[in-house]
């Protein structure tokens, strides 16, 4: 256990499904410790900004994915880089990593939140393991504290039409990029994939109408399962 890598995650979490695909694409070994149902209440203890993804690593505790992507790249050069060596490049990455993290997040939470069917998987998902009578308490405590946070940042206020519209015309903008060379920055896999596809990968899981609404896209269906 010394030397290993923890991934201390919510399994429902895009931005820790974001570290698991840097991990595997780095090829790092690495186990999970799980938060689910009311082991959540640990999750402000592991950092002091609250959040999950952490990783130990190194005998280091490192929190936020971006934060987890920089130093997989600066301790690892030799494995495949998230981010690539060309400056141009990599400021691209990082804006599309940026996007993911600061805008998709909200529609992969307004798809998850509106729909009913989408809203039981995701607590499914996060009282996996637990006790059945956690299930019943977590339900309304996810609920109001992602419907919060969509009302807080702005898309919870906008209409569902028109929130649906604007994901829209990210999937076609999406889909033109991949059109190229099949990934969103030049011709290998990068983090910007990675990010942009974990946020709409967590749609594909939860949110059938959706789901499928992705992967009706065919540069982004070829794209998607290579993530
Ligand atoms: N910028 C962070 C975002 C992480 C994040 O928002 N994690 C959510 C789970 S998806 C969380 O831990 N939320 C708990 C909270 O806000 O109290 C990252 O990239 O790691």
């Known amino acids: 256990m010394k030397n290993s890598v923890v991934l201390h995650q919510w399994e429902i979490s895009p931005f820790c499904q974001k570290v698991a695909r840097m991990l595997k694409f780095k090829g790092i070994a690495y186990e999970t410790a799980n938060y689910n149902g009311v082991l959540g209440a640990k999750v402000p203890m592991l950092s002091k900004v609250g959040k999950v993804p952490v990783l130990d690593i190194n005998g280091q505790r490192i929190q936020d994915s971006t934060r987890i992507a920089r130093y997989l790249d600066e301790t690892y050069p030799e494995l495949p880089r998230l981010y690539p060596a060309d400056p141009l490049q990599k400021a691209y990455v990082e804006l599309w990593e940026d996007w993911a993290d600061e805008l998709l997040y909200f529609y992969e939470i307004h798809?998850?939140?509106?729909?009913a069917e989408a809203f039981n998987?995701?607590?499914?998902?996060?009282?996996?393991?637990?006790?059945k009578h956690e299930v019943i308490l977590l339900k309304p405590l996810l609920k109001s504290a992602l419907s919060l946070q969509l009302t807080m940042q702005g898309?919870?206020?906008?209409?569902?039409?028109?929130?649906?519209?604007e994901f829209i015309r990210h999937l076609e903008r999406i889909e033109l990029v991949l059109s190229k060379t099949g990934w969103l920055v030049g011709e290998v896999k990068t983090l910007a994939d990675i990010s942009v596809g974990s946020q709409l990968l967590e749609i594909v899981r939860t949110n059938k109408?959706?789901?499928?609404k992705i992967n009706s896209y065919p540069h982004i269906a070829q794209w998607i399962v290579q993530l």
């Open 111 to 115: 798809f998850r939140v509106s729909d």
């Open 121 to 131: 998987h995701a607590v499914a998902i996060s009282a996996e393991g637990r006790p």
């Open 155 to 165: 898309t919870g206020r906008m209409a569902k039409a028109d929130i649906e519209a």
């Open 209 to 212: 109408v959706w789901g499928a």
